[in-house]
């Protein structure tokens, strides 16, 4: 019989490790991709004197070219930390109960059907 602390496994503390990070990563993502859809919806007001203020030249906004990079650099980080985790289960196809620090929460990978004779895919799943 299972018992209810297998969560509490020093085992799992890589796995747990990972998973903490992985989330961290995910919720960074997300505060990254509010702030590229509001900078690409908000346009500046036109000026009361009717002039319009031109940047120097030569220069150019580059907020937004280091916001998507950005965005590309967290998306292959968060790919890298997904695989990571899925290599650090111990199985494929079921839950495995880690300690995230406020009780026992799940984490595991599941088979995505893919075309035949071509290595599974797998989909982590985190529940926490």
Known sequence: MASNLDYLNPALIPLEEKVKAYLEAEEELEKAQIEARSLSTSDLPPTADGFEQRPPTGSFDQHADELQQRLNNMITDLDLLRRE????LPVRDEFVKVNLGYGPSRVGAFTIPTATG???KYQLRVIH
């Open 85 to 88: 985790i899925i290599e650090l």
């Open 118 to 120: 071509t290595e599974p």
